[in-house]
């Protein structure tokens, strides 16, 4: 299975982008926002790779949702399901790893790595092949806006401590 980018129950992506916008005033987007991504629900993710050990056949697959927002598109709809009042600006791509760095120091955690920005700023977290999954990312995002972003969820702290 290669999943890009999950999403659902505790998940870490979707809950922090809605943190940041819940307290911060500005919300960095990397160069236009338009790369694709395609967000596949825990619960999906987990009844493919449930088929996939039950067959006899190898292969690969990749594990997308049948949603296909751009990031920024992504980002301006949890903003508008939180009620976020963070401007959203535009700005070089480098300069995002160095933001999440910084961030990631005060938040004791690391939130984008170089190599995780820029694999989807070169949309890798996307393919033009058919949905795998069946929950669609923005409909559990305004099924669970009141909680979203609520909590900062730790990757350091939930997977190293």
């Known amino acids: 299975m290669r999943p890009a980018i999950l999403f659902g129950s505790d998940g870490?992506?979707?809950?922090?982008?809605?943190w940041l916008?819940?307290?911060l005033p500005v919300f960095a987007?990397?160069?236009?926002?338009?790369?694709?991504?395609?967000p596949i629900h825990v619960d999906d993710l987990a009844k493919l790779c449930l088929e996939a050990a039950s067959s006899a056949d190898t292969y690969t697959l990749d594990a997308v949702g049948p949603e296909r927002p751009t990031f920024r598109e992504l980002v301006c709809f949890i903003k508008d399901a939180v009620g976020s009042r963070s401007r959203l600006v535009h700005a070089?791509?480098?300069?995002?790893?160095?933001?999440?760095?910084?961030?990631?120091w005060a938040l004791r955690d690391t939130l984008?790595?170089?190599d995780e920005y820029r694999a989807m700023a070169?949309?890798?977290?996307?393919?033009?092949g058919p949905a795998t999954g069946?929950?669609?990312?923005?409909g559990w995002i305004t099924k669970n806006k009141d909680t979203l972003g609520r909590r900062y969820a730790n990757e350091i702290e939930r997977h190293f401590r």
């Open 12 to 18: 870490v992506l979707i809950n922090n982008i809605a």
């Open 21 to 23: 916008l819940r307290r």
């Open 29 to 38: 987007v990397g160069g236009t926002g338009a790369y694709r991504i395609r």
């Open 92 to 104: 070089p791509g480098a300069l995002i790893p160095a933001v999440a760095t910084v961030l990631g």
């Open 112 to 114: 984008l790595t170089g």
């Open 122 to 128: 070169d949309e890798l977290a996307d393919t033009d």
């Open 134 to 138: 069946q929950i669609a990312v923005t």
